[in-house]
């Protein structure tokens, strides 16, 4: 089993940053993918980032590049989304989630999911 806590959400202002983390528990969070998901109001879940085992292999959608990185800590079995530069088309309930194994970024490859952390941004 694995367990994701996902923090780090609120109300900021467009333009300014924000990070988010996601601690990760359970007897196989060491050979887990994880990865970063975002849904907002009347859209699809879709994927915003994610990071290897090693932390060496990451990805990032197309809308969020130049402004987003993600980060893990193994030792601390965390997964950290920095965002800078948001727009209120970010605003969205960010979710964690973890796979076994390597391939496809789409959400229905991920077998665990965290709560969700909301992150709104004004204009």
């Known amino acids: 089993q694995v367990q994701l806590v996902e923090s780090g959400g609120g109300l900021v202002q467009a333009g300014d940053s924000l990070t988010l983390s996601c601690a990760a528990s359970?007897?196989?969070?060491?050979?887990?993918?994880l990865g970063w998901f975002r849904q907002a109001p009347g859209k699809e879940r879709e994927p915003v980032a994610a990071?290897?085992?090693?932390?060496?292999?990451?990805y990032l959608s197309s809308s969020v590049k130049g402004r987003f990185t993600i980060s893990r800590d193994n030792a601390k079995n965390t997964v950290y989304l920095h965002m800078t530069s948001l727009k209120p088309e970010d605003t969205a309930v960010y979710f964690c989630?973890?796979?076994?194994?390597?391939?496809?970024?789409?959400?229905?490859?991920?077998?665990?999911w965290g709560q969700g952390t909301q992150v709104t941004v004004s204009s």
């Open positions: 989630a973890a796979k076994m194994t390597m391939g496809s970024a789409i959400a229905a490859s991920y077998e665990y």
């Open positions: 359970g007897r196989t969070v060491s050979s887990v993918y």
């Open positions: 990071i290897a085992k090693s932390g060496s292999g990451t």
